[in-house]
T-cell receptor, first 113, second 115 residues
Framework: GNSVTQMEGPVTLSEEAFLTINCTYT??????LFWYVQYPGEGLQLLLK?????DKGSNKGFEATYRKETTSFHLEKGSVQVSDSAVYFC????????????FGTGTSLTVIP | DAGVIQSPRHEVTEMGQEVTLRCKPI?????LFWYRQTMMRGLELLIY????????DSGMPEDRFSAKMPNASFSTLKIQPSEPRDSAVYFC?????????????FGQGTRLTVV
């Protein structure tokens, strides 16, 4: 089956600290992988994505690399800011499913000045 | 495009009342999803439509929940009768559909409180 497992939160970091949020997946075929971010009171919005093995998605200083051998898509940022405080969701979309998505449980990040 | 539009943004209702949540997907998108988000269960897929046809409604919690998509630009999620445990944020999302794995575009959600 298809599923996503991501790191439990909440995570609290000081500004300029390094961030890693782990995400592993189980999927049939070769899915596309996504990280979404949800700011307080808002809907989810795409942060980055990767559609095939070894692809690296990046946006706003965040990066994640599609690792087929370890079935992982860990999110990283070298220096977090207070404005990065949000909930982060890892997700996958299997091929040829009409864009069905499977989301992880979300990881809450708080960055303190 | 204005994105996925949901209404209302907030709804407070009494237990036993009927609640209808509305969603307008992005024009041209063929797939529409309804999700429910709670602290306890996170983000749960309730139902999704492809070309206005319900494809998978296995996430609908019980018969009190129903969803329709009468045309490509409108969908409703109805709860009748509502119960306090239905309190949650309900999100609608749409995608272009087909075989391309593009992103899902989410609305801002409807925060439902049943008292």
């Amino acid at each position: 089956g298809n599923s996503v497992t991501q790191m439990e939160g909440p995570v609290t970091l000081s500004e300029e600290a390094f961030l890693t949020i782990n995400c592993t997946y189980t999927a049939t075929g070769y899915p596309s992988l996504f990280w979404y971010v949800q700011y307080p009171g808002e809907g989810l919005q795409l942060l980055l994505k990767a559609t095939k093995a070894d692809d690296k998605g990046s946006n706003k200083g965040f990066e994640a690399t599609y690792r087929k051998e370890t079935t992982s898509f860990h999110l990283e940022k070298g220096s977090v800011q207070v404005s990065d405080s949000a909930v982060y969701f890892c997700a996958l979309s299997p091929p040829n499913t009409g864009n069905q998505f499977y989301f992880g449980t979300g990881t809450s990040l708080t960055v303190i000045p | 495009d204005a994105g996925v539009i949901q209404s209302p943004r907030h709804e407070v209702t009494e237990m036993g009342q009927e609640v209808t949540l509305r969603c307008k997907p992005i024009s041209g998108h063929n797939s529409l999803f309804w999700y429910r988000q709670t602290m306890m269960r996170g983000l749960e897929l309730l139902i999704y439509f492809n070309n206005n046809v319900p494809i998978d409604d296995s996430g609908m919690p019980e018969d009190r929940f129903s969803a329709k998509m009468p045309n490509a630009s409108f969908s409703t999620l109805k709860i009748q009768p509502s119960e306090p445990r239905d309190s949650a944020v309900y999100f609608c999302a749409s995608t272009p559909g087909g075989s391309m794995n593009t992103e899902a575009f989410f609305g801002q959600g409807t925060r439902l409180t049943v008292v």
